[in-house]
């Protein structure tokens, strides 16, 4: 279960040092955007230090590699520190995602290979997604609010960005992989209210999770991404009472004055898989 994914500038010690204990699922070790071109390979360099130091507070770490001439050195590097996948910027075709796994290889005989989200962040990665999303090593897909917004010469406001980012989330979902994000952009992170409001309405649409930049919106993520305690007890309710009508030949029921059949049955079965220690059984 991923619900928070909080990016770290990779050239910033002090935000570093202190990443690990956030609160965060998994922290983004960011090479990309929030690094200056001068500073770079210094970031690349430091993921020896920062990413098993990291890793050591219990959370995943992924790094947001640079798409450009320093991607494979990027992947390379972060492979070897022991990152637990790679944030893959401006996917544009699956075959960008073959030819990086093939390059990584040499540098996975002691380790698992490492998983790739590919981020998709302009129209023809937009409409290339469904590919994209059956893509080698891919296990998460997500996207780019302000670079899907520059790219179509718009403004990132949540109307705007709907429709392209539902069209990532829908990909990934048929293609069995998480999706992470929200229906807006993440840059705007003052709003709390506003905030809560989109992570919720992300989690009804069945987003996984979803990125942030400040550690103060990590909490809100952990909280919103998560069922209640009511929810969890009428799915247990739910599954319970589904046993005993399978049992006696019946595939539809009233359960405190709700109907309830087949896919109601199996989404409570698959909130519990997903929230409960141990699934449930059906």
Known sequence: ?????????????????????????????????????????????????WVPAIRQSGCQVFVR???????VDDAVAATIAGADGLYIPKVDSADILARLAES???????RAPIGFVPLIEDMKGLFEVRAIAHGPRVFALTSGGEDLAT???????????????LMIHYAAK??????FGMLRTTVDFADKEALR???????????DGATCIHPSVVPIL??????????????????????????AGRGAFMLD??????????????????????????
């Open 104 to 110: 990584l290889l040499p540098h996975e005989r002691d």
């Open 65 to 71: 590699v640079n798409q450009s001439e320093r991607l």
């Open 174 to 179: 048929e293609a069995g992989v998480l999706s």
């Open 222 to 247: 952990n909280e919103c991404f998560a069922p209640t305690p009511e929810e969890l007890s009428w799915a247990r309710k739910v599954v319970a009472a589904g046993e005993q009508e399978a049992a």
């Open 197 to 207: 409001a989109a992570a919720l309405e992300a989690r009804d649409f069945g987003f």
């Open 151 to 165: 790219a179509m010469g718009a403004k990132p406001t949540p109307e705007v960005l709907r429709y392209p980012k």
């Open 1 to 49: 279960m991923i619900s928070s994914l909080l990016y770290v500038p990779g050239n910033a010690p002090r935000f570093l040092e202190k990443a690990g204990q956030r609160g965060a699922d998994v922290v983004i070790v960011d090479l990309e955007d929030a690094v200056p071109e001068t500073a770079k390979t210094e970031a690349r360099e430091g993921l020896a230090k």
């Open 257 to 282: 004055g709700r109907f309830v059949d087949a896919p109601i049955v199996t989404r409570a079965q698959n909130l519990l898989a997903r929230f409960e220690k141990g699934g449930v059984t059906s």
